[in-house]
């Protein structure tokens, strides 16, 4: 089973941007779906983006469309969150998932990272 650590988490004011990473082990890393999912305190955990092996297939959650962007790197084996135009209501631990193709992530049934803290403040 792969192994999922986030990085990059902080404090940002609102309209600031903050980039997180999620490293990945295992030697099929190019062929995993990754995804990020966020949980804000007292709420469920939601579907934030995902991405194909190949970085040909992008999904989104309207929430974040048009101000977050997924992307990979296979060869660092390392799946990024770019995060821009910030809003306190993007508070929250956000999730590294990983699974064997994209309806395996936004679903949530793959591996899961422990997780980083972003907080948005006014």
């Known amino acids: 089973q792969v192994q999922l650590v986030e990085s990059g988490g902080g404090l940002v004011q609102a309209g600031g941007s903050l980039r997180l990473s999620c490293a990945a082990s295992?030697?099929?890393?190019?062929?995993?779906?990754m995804g990020w999912f966020r949980q804000a305190r007292g709420k469920e955990r939601e579907f934030v983006a995902a991405i194909s092996g190949s970085s040909i297939t992008t999904w989104y959650s309207d929430s974040v469309k048009g101000r977050f962007t997924i992307s990979r790197d296979n060869a660092k084996n390392t799946v990024y969150l770019q995060m821009n135009s910030l809003k306190l209501e993007d508070t929250a631990v956000y999730y590294c998932?990983?699974?064997?193709?994209?309806?395996?992530?936004?679903?949530?049934?793959?591996?899961w990272g422990q997780g980083t803290q972003v907080t948005v403040s006014s």
């Open positions: 295992g030697r099929t890393f190019s062929s995993t779906a």
């Open positions: 998932a990983a699974g064997k193709n994209i309806a395996q992530v936004t679903t949530g049934l793959g591996s």
